[in-house]
Structures are given as structure tokens and as C-alpha cells.
């Protein structure tokens, strides 16, 4: 495939996107279509980009001076080292999840993504992220967001579909969003069938 014709189906993707709703038809002027066949693809891309260019060069520098705080100018000043820790990121879509042997570089990475990335015009949803530990948010309370297990002691974040053990690093499926809407399911299948009667 040739290049131009490559630019040509990309842009045809990005800035001619027709919506239908209520019986009218839109043009999308923002944004790229959710759910279109290259939109997981262009959005991995351009978070690759964000990873590569300031996330990690961000975590560098928290392993070579301890936590880091950016100011307003976007430069980052670092303090006391971090020894020995080690971290890993990884990412589905939009979707971060950040582990590290070190409390004081999560806390750092935390806080950088509370800031968000103006270049990028990317936020932190503030409701769907999650910690094993007591972080300060920006408005200065703490918050420790982890999924409780049936035997009330282990701890799980969610992450992309999956319950991630808190203590044991184990992973496995999360369910507990598809029992809650079968659950829902099974109460309209009865209400319906009580209305058919």
C-alpha cells in the first residue's frame, strides 16, 4: 500500500466520521471515533508517544533523585535518591497500571498523573483509578481505592478486566462487573414476565 493512499484512508478515518442520531446525521469535528477499527490503534500510538517522551523519562529520574515534583513551567525537580527500586508500567489503550518497589516513586508517579499532561491534552479520571496505598489527592484528602475480596482480607485492583492481588501480585478475571449486570439482567427478565401475564 502506498503511502498517500495510507494518509488518504487515515484521514478519511479522523475527519469524516458521520454520526447518526435521532434521525439526523453529524460530522464529527472532534476527536476520533470511538470504537472505529484504527481508534484503539491511533490512540496506542499516541499514548506510546506520551510514555516514551515524559513518562518515562519522569520515572529515570525519580530512580536517579527520589520523588520528583514538576512546576508550572513543566520542569521537574527531584529530591533524595530512591536505592534499589524497581518498577514496572505497562498500558492497555489508555489504561496504566504502575508497579514499584518503592513507595516514594509511586507516590511521585501518582501525583504526576493527578497533574495530567497538558501537551498531550490528557487527564487522570479521578474516579477510575486505583491504589493499594493512602495517596494524596490535589483537594488533600487521602484515598485508598482496592477491590476487597469475598474473605474480606485480600485486596485487588482492577485493571483492564483483571483483579490484580495486592499482596501475591496473582491475576485473575474480574468478574464481579458481569455478575452485578447479569444480576440486573435476571431482575428485568423477572419484571417482564410478570408484566406479560
Known sequence: MKKKLLFSYLTEHVKRNVLQFDGKFYLQDVGIPQGGILSSLLCSIYYGHLEKHVIFPFLEKTLES?????NNDGQTNCDDKV???SYMLMRFIDDFLFISTSRK????????LQRGFRGYNCYMNGKKFGANFDV??????SLNRVYVG???ATSFLRWS???INCSTMEIQADYTKLIFFISILIDLIVIISIFDR
Open 66 to 70: 527520589g520523588s520528583c515534583k514538576e
Open 83 to 85: 536505592s534499589s527500586s
Open 105 to 112: 516513586q509511586a507516590d511521585s508517579f501518582f501525583s504526576r
Open 136 to 141: 494524596e489527592q490535589l483537594s488533600g484528602s
Open 150 to 152: 469475598e474473605d474480606a
Open 161 to 163: 478486566g483483571l483483579l
